[in-house]
């Protein structure tokens, strides 16, 4: 098991002069459900860690899918640093289908991608699909 990660809370998304609420917390918190474990003690916020992830939303898009036919998407970079010092970063992309039920949102988009993050941090490859750019 590795040291914890503490994980800032970025600024929320927002796209076409909308704002989502709530939306920097979300990412943190989900960032951290996917790094504990991996690495025990990780948590959201300033904390004593020796290793801390900074997260931006860069693209956070929510659309009404089911009748828009057009795709939610998400993009977030993931800057790791050692103490003062960037020591590696990821950015995940991801956009839902053309096709939905209704109900998905851009947070809905990033569980995967993350844990996939996170296993490739501890050191173990998952299987995925998914576009993290490194």
Not at 29 to 50: D, H, I, M, Q, W
Not at 51 to 68: D, G, M, V
Not at 69 to 95: C, E, F, M, N, W
Request: no cysteine; aromatic share 10%; glycine share 10%.
């Amino acid at each position: 098991m590795g040291k914890p990660i503490s994980v800032a809370i970025p600024i929320d998304g927002e796209f076409s002069g909308e704002k989502y609420p709530q939306s920097g917390y979300g990412v943190a918190r989900r960032l951290v459900s996917s790094l504990l474990p991996y690495f025990p003690g990780s948590a959201v916020g300033v904390s004593n860690s020796e290793y801390h992830i900074i997260p931006e939303l860069l693209h956070w898009e929510n659309r009404a899918t089911e009748w828009s036919g057009k795709p939610d998407r998400v993009k977030v970079s993931l800057p790791l640093y050692r103490g003062q010092q960037l020591i590696g970063s990821a950015l995940v992309k991801a956009k839902s289908s053309w096709w939905t039920l209704g109900g998905d949102r851009p947070e809905d988009l990033i569980e995967l991608p993350f844990d996939v993050y996170a296993a490739g941090l501890a050191g173990i490859k998952k299987p995925n699909r998914l576009v993290i750019e490194k």
